[in-house]
């Protein structure tokens, strides 16, 4: 199966875990499906500071900044794929 089939596949079977990863888990699975689909962050950072869940978020992605789309990809199934145990 081609990369972004079984990212897409990864992606929907992320939705249908027998238990809610943790915190951390979340954002990462968050940085690398969007590091996959849109490549480098590309927004700017939330102008709220009170804004937590959106600035880690926002810090979650940046970190992957330069990971190519493909490693992303591959990274986020790996996980997806570990956490359906």
């Known amino acids: ?8 596949k990864a992606a ?3 939705k249908t875990l027998s238990e809610k990863p ?5 954002l990462q699975l968050y940085s690398l499906y969007k590091q ?3 490549g480098d962050i ?7 500071p009170f804004d937590i869940v959106n600035k880690a978020k ?4 940046e970190a992957l900044k330069g990971k ?4 992303a990809m591959q990274e986020y199934v790996e996980l997806v794929e570990q956490l359906k145990g």
Request: hydrophobic share 30%.
């Open 1 to 8: 199966m081609e990369l972004q089939q079984q990212f897409e």
């Open 12 to 14: 929907e079977e992320s």
């Open 22 to 26: 943790s915190n951390d888990i979340l």
């Open 36 to 38: 996959g689909s849109v």
């Open 42 to 48: 590309n927004i700017d950072p939330p102008s709220n």
């Open 58 to 61: 926002f810090n979650a992605w």
């Open 68 to 71: 190519t789309k493909e490693a």
